[in-house]
């Protein structure tokens, strides 16, 4: 209920609009042409190469999905849709998400709003992301689903302005939206506290914040384009996206975050580099000595992307990641051994070679970490047989040397999969 009188509140400009007969009374664009749908219907497949003995289970992607979208404008407001419906074979039923459900208008000359459920990104990283705080879902990113749904949707106010000097997006979600983070249902993760791989029954919960008026989360960009250069700035008030703290009773959680970046991007020889920076601060544990709780991080990004062939582009970038107060960590830690390295580094190297007027699309997406001796490949093909139908196959392959790093921990989850699209 609070949240409906808070969305009815900063509706109440635009209701003024409802004075004037062109904002909602004059006549729908699309009246005679009738209501435009779009859409897919997918079936996708996935494959374990390998056995994880904490799952009983050879599918990794099981899916029958239709997808349905539609856009209208009645007025000066537009209305969006889109939504998922799918049986999931590995979950046993039928299941169902809205991915847009918004409305969109302006007001005054230079100010847009966007109220309701709706996917945000912002940033400069290429599958790496420093100042993009909003969900993501890397189950389904792991599975072999598109890339699309690597961002997870949410419950959202967006209100963007236009000036000389600069412009600003500011993103309001009243109840936090965590990503959706690995759980033990279809993979198994590094646990701490066991001391390697779980995949708990039922599976992983954290608990999450109130929903209470102070427990959402703040978003802001103010961003310019200077002859070619884009320039921005970021703040976040919030949580991190990942389970990553303890309550005293050992329940995952998630720690309260601030955060506070710059990106630039521009033209720089045959192509485009892009710098990315964050500094992550872990509001109940400001000076690092409290082990169930993360510290605070500063993590930083370069990446460059050209041509360097007709029809063949390459994508390179280099991310930091540095743990803060570390000394303090390692001397209040249970286990000092499994913390992570104080500076963790991480390149990616994208390929992507098109051939046959964009017909066929070869492209592998790699992530290798030289201080934690691990890496996840993405090998992809893409067939596009006409404007309607499409398939895809690829790989999700994972390893390294030790059980607590991020890709090594799902080792045991390396698999392939093959997806057929139709869209109408």
Known sequence: MLVRLLLLILLLPGLSFAQDDDFWDEEWEDEEAGLPFAGFIEAGAGFRLQDDPFIDRDLTLADLRARLEAEWTPGRATLSLKADAWYDDIENGVEAEVRDLSVAFRVGDNVDVKIGRQVQTWGTGDLVFLNDLFPKDFVSFFSGRDDEYLKAPGNSIRLSRFGTAFNVDLVWSPVFDPDIYLDG???????????????????????????????????????????????????YRGYFKQPNALTASLVPTFAPLAAFGASLRRPMGPGLFNAEVVYYSSLDDRDGTDPL????????????????????????????????????????????????????????????????????????????????????????????????????????????????????????????????????
């Open 185 to 235: 249902n279809r993979y198994s993760f590094f646990s701490p506290v066991a001391g390697g791989n779980v995949a708990p029954s039922p599976p992983l919960s954290a608990l999450e914040p109130d929903e209470g008026i102070g427990d959402g989360e703040f978003a802001l960009r103010v961003f310019r384009n200077i002859e070619g250069n884009e320039y921005a700035a970021y703040a």
């Open 293 to 424: 709780l993360p510290n605070d991080q500063f993590r930083a990004l370069a990446g460059y992307e050209w041509e360097a062939r007709p029809n063949f582009t390459v994508g390179l970038q280099y991310y930091l990641e540095a743990t803060l107060d570390y000394d303090e960590l390692e001397a209040n830690s249970p286990n000092p051994t499994l913390e992570p390295d104080r500076y963790r580094h991480l390149l990616t190297n994208r390929l992507t070679y098109r051939a046959a007027r964009d017909r066929h699309t070869f492209s592998l997406f790699t992530f290798f970490s030289p201080s934690d001796s691990d890496y996840y490949l993405r090998p992809a093909y893409t067939y596009r047989h006409s404007d309607q139908w499409s398939l895809t196959a690829g790989g999700n392959l994972f390893g390294g040397d030790e059980p607590q790093t991020f890709f090594n921990q799902l080792s045991d989850a390396t698999n392939v999969y093959l997806r057929v699209r139709f869209n109408y």
